[in-house]
């Protein structure tokens, strides 16, 4: 039981280049989520997906995209990266039920746009 | 809008004293969640604990105990007899209760807790 993996752990791209963050899991959770954490500030969502086959925007969605390739893969693309987008990201999934929770985030992604 | 203030940028104690890590909440909802979430150095976010917004029950677990006042908009974490390794940036955090459109969570800019031997 891997929990939540994302690939890669480091990244540096220059402006303008694309890249794709990859993230899966293995607990059979329906919810996945992407976060970005700058320095000295709390996670804000990018994107999320409540369940397969939906995906919907966060609090901060501008320059990615997101594809919920089945349950178990949340990617996030950046399409022509800038210097703002650097940052740590990290992925999530949940599990919410009437009286459970289960959430466990990935080991993050560490992402430096030049 | 839902917004989580955590005033305390960093705190700093000895070990063995007792620490508590400030959180105020904004929601118009009248049910939601708020939870705690630890990043040690290492960088991962562990989960902490998860409170539903009709339980105001204080928590302990272990050395942990939080406290939940509705009539403040508070969510207070206190570490007791902290250890070394409680040193690590903890994050309150807030969500909506709508369980099909998954669990978005607001962060807290988050504390850093520094404990010295």
């Known amino acids: 039981n891997a929990g939540v993996t994302q690939t890669p752990k480091f990244q540096v791209l220059k402006t303008g280049q694309s890249m794709t963050l990859q993230c899966a899991q293995d607990m059979n959770h329906n919810s996945m989520y992407w976060y970005r954490q700058d320095p000295g500030m709390g996670l804000r969502l990018i994107y999320y997906?409540?369940?397969?086959?939906?995906?919907d925007k966060g609090e901060v969605p501008n320059g990615y995209n997101v594809s919920r390739l089945n349950k178990r893969e949340f990617s996030l693309r950046l399409e022509s990266a800038a210097p703002s987008q650097t940052s740590v990201y990290f992925c999530?999934?949940?599990?919410?039920?009437?009286?459970?929770?289960?959430?466990?985030f990935g080991p993050g992604t560490r992402l430096t746009v030049t | 809008a839902q917004k989580v203030t955590q005033a305390q940028t960093e705190i700093s104690v000895v070990e063995k004293e007792d620490v508590t890590l400030d959180c105020v909440y904004e929601t118009r909802d009248t049910t939601y969640y708020l939870f705690w979430y630890k990043q040690p150095p290492s960088g991962e976010l562990v989960f902490l604990i998860r409170?539903?917004?009709?339980?105001?029950q204080n928590e302990i677990s272990g050395r942990y105990s939080w406290n939940f006042q509705k009539s403040t908009s508070s969510f207070n974490f206190t570490i007791t007899a902290s250890q070394v390794v409680d040193s690590a940036v903890y994050f309150c955090a807030l969500s909506e209760a709508q369980e099909t459109s998954g669990s978005r969570l607001t962060f807290g800019e988050g504390t850093q807790l520094t404990v010295n031997p």
């Open positions: 409170r539903n917004s009709f339980d105001e």
């Open positions: 999530a999934s949940t599990f919410w039920g009437p009286s459970s929770y289960e959430q466990y």
């Open positions: 997906s409540a369940s397969e086959g939906t995906t």
